[in-house]
């Protein structure tokens, strides 16, 4: 919702991030098992902004078969993570998005990736 707001107050005077690629790329990070559910909002995130069901879809499809090969053979580490989280966002250099956006779309997944690992690693009392 922020987002939105963002995109429809500030469109023409500054750069905006990808924000639904940044909130669903940080839910993929954050915990792998989240593939059922982003995937599917991946397909509506570009046929909706891209006008095309695969632009950053098999990129995605791609993190949770990499994130496992890293945990069994690196360990689950965060420079692993980060990798794949810049070779996602550099996607949008395919479309012909400015460099400040794909910055700010990185910046953007960062913190929230961080909350939602948090929460996930939080032990229910």
Request: hydrophobic share 65%; aromatic share 12%.
């Given at each position: 919702?922020?987002?939105?707001?963002?995109?429809?107050?500030f469109a023409s005077s500054m750069q905006q991030p990808d924000w639904a690629l940044a909130l669903l790329?940080?839910?993929l990070?954050?915990?792998?098992?989240?593939?059922m559910w982003v995937l599917?909002?991946?397909?509506?995130?570009d046929a909706m902004l891209h006008w095309s069901f695969s632009f950053t879809l098999m990129t995605m499809a791609m993190i949770p078969v990499a994130m496992i090969?890293?945990?069994?053979?690196?360990?689950?580490?965060?420079?692993q993570r980060l990798i794949l989280m810049l070779l996602?966002?550099?996607t949008m250099l395919l479309r012909d998005?400015?460099?400040?956006?794909?910055?700010?779309?990185a910046?953007?997944?960062?913190?929230?990736w961080y909350l939602l690992t948090r929460r996930y690693a939080q032990k229910p009392a």
């Open positions: 919702m922020v987002g939105l707001s963002f995109n429809l107050a790329l940080a839910a990070l954050a915990q792998r098992h989240n593939w599917p909002m991946m397909m509506v995130h090969y890293f945990d069994q053979h690196l360990g689950a580490g965060l420079p996602a966002v550099v998005w400015a460099f400040p956006a794909i910055v700010l779309t910046l953007f997944c960062v913190p929230v």
